[in-house]
């Protein structure tokens, strides 16, 4: 017998007993309990709230409409929280909670009745009932009431999430304060309402879970949707869990609902940061940049390696990366060989012969770099591949020309150091634009593949900081793209400025918010008069000065102080900080091309496009020599003040430099 049936029951053999009342039939459900109302027009009925099929809830306006002139009485193991009340409206005569003592049932269902409706005693009235328990209930008997009383006492109002329970037919019987306080409802004004009601258009969904429920025996039915009638974007997740007697029938429903607004917003910005990482690598055109597994078979793929490679992605992703290398070289195993390196080393750089998915060949610059998760678990690596065949040609032909020039040594000497330059700023630009975008790049992908793997097992912190690693990383690499564009253009000269009269307070002070952005400590004082006004590119002096900010920030000690001040025709900016200075031996070098510092990072370029970016407007950018009072000393562009365009180098293009 299952609980339902045992409770029914004792109520049914305690009103027996009572001799006030007289039992004319029973039913299991609330289908049941109209048909019995149809048949016998029983002058009153006790109605369970929680029945499967049916509830009572559904069924009590149905018997009075087969039954006018009954009197229904709604029985629940809910606490009653704005329940009666929902009763009386739909046209309950009383309601009586479980927990009442059952001794007083029968009198509480004779109040219900009129004096002239009230039937004869049949019998027993007045003979004591054996105590066995609290109220004069046999000690089994209030177990078993108690049981199942307890059954519907298990959902917590102090719950930080929302939580009620529900008919079969999707009415909320009882709900807590963090039900309420989503739905914007007082818990009194939840009772008897349909659950789908409060969702965004989705009540059909909810109808048909309720369905599935019935239909099927399932644990859970889970549901997201957004809240009728909200203001907001907000976002919950409901689920709904059905509570069954012995014998496996659904009794009623357990509802908690959570906002996951925030969780969405999460996921939602993990994948525009995927988005966003996945446009840069596929911007890249001339670099090969893909991952690997820690067994080296290839995981994605970029534009670049297409182009460069003639695979489709479709066609290597999840080969191994050996079919990039000569026959001879996998003979030797010479690709295992570079990832045993890169994994020991942290990376593995080399140059040498790769082969295309066509089978020709092409000389590669290749740098490998091993990837590590946050708790230093190796999950990869990382692959940049450059086709350098066309640097090779030049290096031949370079050498075919010492052997055909050898009798001019002038020209031969002219011609050897053209070609020693390219070969050094390509290969400068190669080693340290693979030095940069090696840990930006480690970092994106690491924090990536740890988001897609394990996003569900990170807490919100450790989610929030690889985050913001990956968007810090991404600021790096956009960062050394500018520089590198605005070199390769000062370089041509091919860089377009369009000149204008311009503020220069304005000028630092989008610098100082340019570099606090990506640097949250900065110390940065600025001392710039308002009415300091300079003639050119708003834009280009910006990186300028933006550039000045970062080297001081990277390699010097704060505070860093920004300066300007008119003096003899001119304005003069200053970047200064309270370190040691720059040393004498590395002064000349400063501001050249690929210069750096002995402290690691940076790519060479801030400073050189400083001095650049200045000539062009008709200024000069200089180090100036520190003092006992600044030891530091100082880095200064200079720059011709005025309203106006000012022509320094007569004869040069406008706007060129």
């Known amino acids: 017998m299952d609980d339902a049936s045992e409770v029914r029951l004792l109520v049914k053999t305690r009103l027996r ?5 007289r039992v004319v039939g029973e039913g299991a459900d609330g289908a ?29 306006p149905r018997v009075l409409e087969v039954s006018p002139s009954t009197r229904v009485v709604l029985y629940s193991g809910f606490e009653e929280q704005g329940l009666a009340g929902e009763a009386q409206r739909l046209g309950a005569a009383a309601f009586i909670e479980k927990s009442s003592p059952i001794d007083s049932l029968s009198d509480r269902l004779l109040d219900v009745l009129a004096p002239d409706e009230r039937p004869e005693p049949a019998g027993g009235q007045g003979a004591p009932l054996a105590s066995g328990g609290p109220h004069g209930v046999p000690a089994v008997d209030q177990q078993v009431l108690d049981d199942h009383v307890e059954r519907f006492r298990e959902v917590f109002e102090e719950a930080a999430i929302g939580m009620a329970t529900l008919t079969l037919t999707g009415r909320l019987v009882r709900g807590n304060r963090a039900l309420a306080a989503l739905l914007r409802r007082p818990v009194t004004e939840l009772t008897g309402l349909f659950y789908g009601q409060f969702t965004d258009g989705r009540g059909e969904q909810v109808t048909a879970a309720l369905e599935e429920i019935r239909r099927r025996p399932v644990d859970i039915v889970q549901l997201e949707h957004g809240l009728a009638g909200a203001a907001d974007d907000r ?56 991952m690997l597994d820690p067994t080296g078979h290839v995981v994605s793929w970029n534009s670049g390696a297409q182009r460069s490679k003639g695979y489709t992605d479709e066609e290597i992703i999840g080969q191994h990366f050996r079919v990039f290398y000569p026959p001879e070289a996998q003979a030797r195993r010479h690709p295992e060989h570079e990832l045993e390196l890169a994994l020991r080393d942290g990376h593995y750089e080399e140059e ?44 031949q032909e370079r050498e075919h020309a010492v052997q055909a020039l050898a009798s001019t040594n002038a020209e031969l000497e002219s ?15 190669l080693a340290v634009t693979a030095h940069e975008l090696r840990t930006p790049v480690g970092v994106l992908g690491g924090s990536a593949e740890t988001l897609t793997r394990h996003g569900g097992d990170l807490t919100d912190e450790e989610r929030a900081d690889l985050l913001e690693a990956m968007e810090t990383s991404s600021r790096r690499l956009r960062r050394l793209l500018a520089d590198l564009l605005t070199a390769s253009r000062l370089q041509a000269s091919s860089l377009e400025i369009h000149p204008a009269p311009i503020s220069v307070s304005d000028i630092v002070a989008e610098a100082v918010t340019t570099v ?29 000065v933006d550039n000045l900010l970062a080297n001081a920030l990277r390699h010097g000690t704060p505070p860093v ?26 002064q000349p070098r400063l501001f050249k091309r690929f210069a750096t510092g002995r402290s690691s990072g940076g ?26 009072q600044q030891p530091s000393g100082a880095f200064v562009i200079s720059l011709p003040s005025g309203d106006g365009p000012s022509d320094p180098h007569p004869g040069d293009p406008p706007g060129t430099g």
């Open 603 to 628: 790519s060479g370029l801030g400073l050189f496009i400083v001095r650049e970016l200045a000539r062009v407007h008709g200024g000069e950018a200089f180090y100036e020599q520190g003092s006992p």
């Open 516 to 544: 606090s952005r990506t640097t949250s400590d900065a110390e940065i004082l600025v001392e710039t008069p308002a009415d300091l006004v300079v003639y050119g590119d708003r834009d280009r002096l910006g990186q300028a």
């Open 352 to 395: 040498g012969w790769r082969v295309r998915k066509d089978g020709s060949r092409f000389w590669a610059n290749v740098l490998i770099t091993a990837v590590f998760n946050e708790v230093g678990e190796h999950i990869g690596f990382a692959k940049v591949t450059r086709d350098n065949s066309e640097r090779r040609r030049l290096e």
């Open 32 to 60: 049941q309990a109209v048909a019995l109302a149809r048949e016998h027009q029983p002058a009153l009925m006790l109605l369970d709230v929680s029945m499967p099929g049916m509830d009572g809830l559904a069924a009590l």
């Open 17 to 21: 007993m009572s001799g006030l009342l």
């Open 235 to 290: 976002r919950v997740r409901a689920i709904l869990a059905p509570v069954r007697d012995s014998l496996g029938r659904v009794l009623y429903l357990f509802l908690q609902v959570q906002d996951v607004t925030a969780e969405r917003a999460a996921v939602e910005q993990l994948r525009k940061s995927e988005e966003r990482f996945r446009l840069l690598v596929e911007a890249v055109e001339d670099y090969a940049i893909f």
């Open 415 to 429: 011609a050897n150091a053209r070609l020693e330059q390219v070969a050094q700023d390509q290969a400068q630009f």
């Open 561 to 586: 102080r920004i300066t300007a001040r008119r003096g003899s025709g001119r304005v003069e900016i200053r970047v200064s900080d309270h370190g040691s200075g720059v040393t004498a031996e590395a």
